[in-house]
Nanobody, 121 residues
């Protein structure tokens, strides 16, 4: 059974930090690129960041460049999203997703259930 389980969300003040984790099981984790998306009610889901299967390639949305860092530990089947200097506009439900292949250019095969991140004073 394929599972992607996000954790680490919560309430944080502007300027603060959070680290999201995505624990994967049920598929060959180290063959898949893993991405983070986010969605605000009433808006389309947007891509935040992605990391290739080997971890050698990463990409980021312009809105989070320089503030967010994606990483992965293939030994633990886990991907992380370190989020620093958080802003109110980062408030969203964050989803982890596994691509069909090791490249971030492919389609998404699996989705997690999401974790809420709220940035507010």
């Amino acid at each position: 059974q394929v599972q992607l389980v996000e954790s680490g969300g919560g309430l944080v003040q502007p300027g603060g930090s959070l680290r999201l984790s995505c624990a994967a099981s049920g598929f060959t984790f180290d063959y898949r690129a893993i991405a983070w998306f986010r969605q605000v009610p009433g808006k389309e889901r947007e891509g935040v960041s992605c990391i290739s299967s080997s971890g050698s390639r990463t990409n980021y949305a312009d809105s989070v460049k320089g503030r967010f860092t994606i990483s992965r530990d293939n030994a633990k089947n886990t991907v992380y999203l370190q989020m620093n200097s958080l802003k109110a506009e980062d408030t969203a439900v964050y989803y982890c997703a596994a691509h069909l292949s090791g490249s971030c250019s492919g389609s998404v095969a699996y989705w997690g259930q999401g974790t809420q991140v709220t940035v507010s004073s």
